[in-house]
């Protein structure tokens, strides 16, 4: 793999034709080396990965047609949606990605597709909170709760996921209440990343977390975070309705002007392949999107998955009024 710079891959589309991908990743390139590794060794064809931090969608706007862009690899659904949804993706036909890839973790019209899911669970303090007690997402707004429960802001991406999937189950005024409810349970005002929360409860400033499931891995191989891990244990929560537990994606898209269709499209069937969803399953701490690729033995042991099948898609038509819900409670006050 090739790390390249922006202006590297502009000028890449002056050189002779190449069996070649260049993707643009919101995901940073050392976190997707094993995979875009596995491809080149595989297949022969080249990966050129320029991590985006912010502002994808828009890089892909002002650079039209001229792009040197081939895919865009990011996380969330709502960042999926956006790209779509701005005209900077393009629908792809594959038999492969469609028998790999469950339906409610692709779009509808074939412009992007989940390649591994995350789970938005529940942090627990081992000492003070007993095992089970944490059963549903609408339980977070119990008075049970109140002074023992932290949590990122309310505009971020992650929260507005689940706040969109909560209005996808309960509606729109019973999730105005939920949402009423969990701010009123808050120990402190929404601040920090998932690991910070974990952190909190670890400093016994609160006792319950939302956060991602990758998370417990990550901070397990940080000797400064392993600590904070040990404090807490995973608890799967589901919606009342009898779903199961919201999940996320990290997905894959088509460019708009991809100059390198072809490889493109080997390259985004290569990550619904056995092999590299083996790859993410051992090295990101995610669950594979193929539900015949088992999650590696740390993952499994946080407990049985059943993820909610919830279309992604759905979801993501939900976020305008998530963040309008949000902000109208004032959740981050």
Known sequence: MRALTLATLMTATALPALAEVNIYSYRQPELIEPITTAFTEKTGIETNVAFIDKGLTE??????????????????????????????????????????????????????????????????????????????????????????????????????????AMIAHNGEEATREWLEGVKANLARAPQGNDRAQVKAIWSGECDISLGNTYYMGQMLEDPEQQAWADSVRIEMPTFADGSGTHVNVSGVAMTASAPNPEDALAFMEFLASPEAQAIYAETNY????????????????????????????????????????????????
């Open 59 to 164: 890089r892909l706007k002002a650079e039209g047609a001229r792009s040197p862009a081939d895919i865009i690899m990011t996380v969330d659904i709502s960042r999926l949606s956006e790209a779509k949804e701005a005209g900077v993706t393009q629908s792809v036909t594959s038999d492969i990605l469609t028998e790999n890839i469950p339906e409610s973790l692709r779009d509808d019209d074939g412009h992007w597709f989940g390649v591994t899911t995350r789970a938005r669970v529940i942090y627990a303090s081992k000492d003070r909170v007993p095992e089970g007690e944490v059963t549903t997402y609408e339980d977070l707004a119990d008075p049970k709760w109140q002074g023992r429960i932290c949590t990122r802001s309310g505009t971020h991406v992650y929260t507005l996921g689940l706040v969109s």
């Open 286 to 333: 995610e669950y594979p999107a193929d539900p015949d690729t088992a999650p590696s033995e740390m993952v499994a042991g946080w407990g049985d998955l059943e993820p909610d099948l919830t279309a992604l898609s759905a979801i993501a038509d939900n976020r305008a009024q998530a963040l309008q819900l949000v902000e109208e409670v004032d959740f981050d006050g």
